[in-house]
């Protein structure tokens, strides 16, 4: 659970940058804030994944793949469910003319 809030907080971190930067830029530089969101939370995901990997494991416990899976690949993978969601969520409103 607290992986997740983390990689959220990153996701959105990411968003608002690209938000930020638009404001300041006062056009838009970057079209789609919720890709960067997603780019930067996945790159947080690889060094964090890499750290996992590249520790030594600890004497108890079930080993880093259960580690990497359960603290890094499952959180991913619910933020981009999320953002494929919304996406679509998007592109139907769209094409419904709202």
């Not at 971190?13 to 300041?24: D, E």
């Not at 970057?30 to 960067?36: A, P, Y």
């Not at 079930?62 to 953002?83: E, N, Q, S």
């Amino acid at each position: 659970m607290g992986a997740l809030i983390f990689y959220i907080g990153i996701y959105f971190l990411g968003y608002y940058a690209a938000y930020l930067i638009n404001q300041l830029a006062c056009r838009i530089v970057i079209k789609n804030r919720r890709l960067l969101g997603l780019v930067a939370a996945l790159a947080v995901g690889v060094i964090h994944g890499y750290k996992i990997i590249s520790s030594p494991p600890p004497h108890h416990g079930d080993g880093a793949g259960y580690a990497l899976a359960l603290y890094v690949i499952l959180p991913l993978t619910i933020i981009m469910a999320g953002v494929l969601f919304l996406r679509w969520q998007d592109r139907q409103d769209e094409a419904d003319g709202r």
